[in-house]
């Protein structure tokens, strides 16, 4: 497969990626009170169950190679941090907004892979870059005045760990992992982590949210399989800028199932966000046809 055709697929691995994220941030949302651990719980063993029928399927090893274990640790480890932030900012604050501190995770991507990998951003792209991340502050800025300083803290931290977890993707990929590993792992490293807490001080759910839950780990399953292939396809300077896309998913989401209505902040952000993906696609496609 050559350059071109690689970095169309990336992209549309990485929408389709934000899309069923943007699913799994309306349905954690919508079950409620439930424990945030608890729901990372669900969350990850129901996308553990979704995994294990492709490493039963292709007979893979169940624990990480000699050469892969500090990368895969370090990804579900950063992971697991980033999820648990998220899912803290989404008990407090609207689903698009909370989504976007999330999908502070390309931005924070560029950096770390600038640094682990050596994959530094040309002028253009650091330019789009920027200016995504200023249409998201378009979008926080309202929320800021009314949302609770910790869970919007929390909210961004998890889009920082979520950055460093996607940076360690392409480094596992780069190297052989296979897409489905990373995933089956992540998820149960994640339940493993989320057990303990669950196992001390379960709450009871109503049917209804755990069909919610049920329903978040499928979501985030085909999430997490769409982005780690992705980036398997692309460096992240090249595709992380179309993860701004869950911001847009979310907001009309968040509209439909909780009839949540964005202001004009929030409009001007969506603009600037697209308008800097727009500008990035064109770029890339011209180098890689010149």
């Known amino acids: 497969m050559d350059n071109k055709k690689r970095l169309y697929k990336a992209i549309l691995l990485i929408i389709i990626s934000a899309f069923c994220f943007a699913v799994m941030n309306l349905c954690v949302?919508?079950?409620?009170?439930v424990p945030v651990i608890q729901k990372t719980f669900f969350r990850n063993f129901f996308a553990m169950l979704i995994a294990s029928i492709t490493m039963i399927k292709n007979k893979h090893y169940i624990l990480p190679k000699k050469g892969e274990r500090f990368g895969i640790i370090?990804?579900?480890a950063a992971g697991f941090a980033g999820m648990l932030g998220n899912f803290y900012a989404l008990s407090a604050l609207r689903v698009a907004d909370a989504s976007l501190l999330n999908k502070m995770s390309p931005f924070f991507a560029i950096i770390f892979s600038a640094i682990?990998?050596?994959?530094?951003?040309?002028?253009?792209?650091?330019?789009?870059?920027?200016?995504?991340?200023a249409g998201a502050m378009f979008v926080l800025k309202p929320s800021f005045q009314n949302a609770e300083l910790l869970p919007s803290c929390a909210g961004f931290f998890g889009g920082a760990c979520a950055g460093l977890a996607y940076t360690f993707v392409r480094k596992l990929t780069s190297g052989g992992t296979k897409s489905y590993y990373i995933v089956f792992f992540f998820s149960a490293f994640s339940t493993i982590c989320a057990a303990p807490a669950l196992i001390f001080g379960y709450s009871p759910m109503t049917l209804q949210q755990l069909l919610l839950l049920l329903g978040a780990g499928i979501a985030a399953a085909g999430g997490q399989f769409a982005i780690t292939a992705s980036y398997s396809y692309a460096p992240a300077k090249e595709v992380s800028i179309y993860d701004y896309s869950q911001i847009i998913f979310a907001g009309l989401l968040g509209f439909v199932f909780k009839s949540e209505i964005p202001d004009l902040f929030s409009f001007i952000g969506y603009f600037i966000i697209i308008s800097a993906a727009l500008a990035m696609f064109v770029y890339n496609k011209r180098k890689t046809e010149s």
Not at 116 to 133: D, G, S, W
Request: hydrophobic share 40%; glycine share 4%; with cysteine.
């Open 29 to 33: 949302s919508l079950s409620g009170d």
């Open 74 to 76: 370090m990804r579900s």
């Open 116 to 133: 682990l990998l050596r994959e530094t951003p040309n002028k253009v792209q650091i330019v789009c870059i920027l200016t995504a991340f």
